[in-house]
């Protein structure tokens, strides 16, 4: 029996960039499809390129200055061509500190979010984002699992042009 299955199975979709420069041009055309409020939930082992992602995306939003890892600042603000951009790295916050310092506040501005290591503090994530799976699959090849909660990024995944992932864990 599923529990989180309330109007069909939530789809997972895929891509494989085969460098760094695949992912980050995967990491632009999605910030092309940004609206204010989106929320990016990153997740990934070390070094498998939450960062890297993020520093083309926000590169892709019009942020001028260096996106650089908020591993010990948690969060750092800056200011994108249209919407800011809010980059989130959660590795070493609990849930209780993560609900203390607001960052629901965040998630329901008008800018757009891309948390690391979200998956850490799922419980206080908005109800519709997009869920973005890393994976190390060689020196320079990642794979990377896109689930969308929520109609509009269910249409991000189908105008990037991802693959959906043939269902494990789907019987139908
Ligand atoms: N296809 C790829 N996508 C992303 N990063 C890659 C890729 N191939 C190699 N890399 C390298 O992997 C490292 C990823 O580091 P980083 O983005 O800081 O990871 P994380 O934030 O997930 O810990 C970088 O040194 C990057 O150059
Ligand atoms: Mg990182």
Known sequence: MKSNQTGGSPAQYELEA????????FAEAMAKLAFPG?????DGDLGAGKTHFAKAF???LGVQDI????TYTLIKEYEGAELPFY??????LSLEEADELGLDEYFHGNGVTLVEWASLIEPILPSERLHLRLETTGAESRRMVCSPIGSQYEAWCIA????????????G
């Open 67 to 70: 996106v650089n890892s908020p």
């Open 18 to 25: 085969l460098s760094e420069q695949e992912t980050a041009a």
């Open 58 to 60: 926000a590169a892709a």
């Open 38 to 42: 989106s929320v990016l939930a990153v």
């Open 87 to 92: 980059h989130m790295d959660v590795y070493r």
């Open 160 to 171: 990037l042009g991802l693959k959906p992932v043939k269902g494990e864990e789907q019987s």
